[in-house]
């Protein structure tokens, strides 16, 4: 079963996710005796040999943004035909990105993949896609994506939601309805509850 949640439903999704080769041993980074755990801003995410050795295959596809960089040429047709979505990690800074995309709204798609839970930038990286950068088609929330989050994530901007893979897709879509009328104003509500009602 799917656990892609999208318009409100469970759908199927229809985007192979392209994923770079894992060459030679990864290096573990540790910080005060742990491992950590996320990347920092700045930090490579994959190396130039990966880049280069990564396959994109035909249909629509998400491609990590360092991958799209490095192959925007070829993959310009594609793009322009809604084949190809973009990926982009909360520790890539969107200035960064949108320095490089002349036009997001020619992405059917654009994914933010979150690698902890805990990491916040997700939702300050939708909400500026959705209010600074004015990006209009599916915003997806993808990686360690849980119920309690979803409906900040709607907040935020994103309209659709791939749930970790050892969790409940059905029990998550629930949480799109957690709160019937929010307070503040965001990006789904510009208003906030107290300019909605009339007293």
Known sequence: MSNLIKDNAIVADEWTRVTPPVLGEETVRKQAGKVVLFKLTGEETFTAEQIAATQ????????????????????ASRVAQGEVGLLIATHEAIEDVMAEVKDINAFALVAVYVERFADGR????????????????ELRAIGDVLRDQLFFLKR?????????????AQEALHS??????PYQGAVDIAQPAWRRTNR
């Not at 994109?56 to 993959?75: C, M, S, Y």
């Not at 799109?176 to 009328?181: G, N, P, Q, R």
Request: proline share 4%; charged share 25%.
């Open 122 to 137: 997700i939702f300050s990286i939708g909400n500026l896609l959705r209010t600074r950068y004015g990006f209009k088609n």
């Open 156 to 168: 935020s901007g994103f309209n659709s939601y791939l749930i970790r893979a050892d969790r409940n």
């Open 176 to 181: 799109l309805k957690d709160f019937s009328e």
């Open 56 to 75: 994109i295959p035909e249909g629509k596809v998400l491609v990590p943004f360092t991958v799209w960089q490095a192959n925007k040429d070829k993959l």
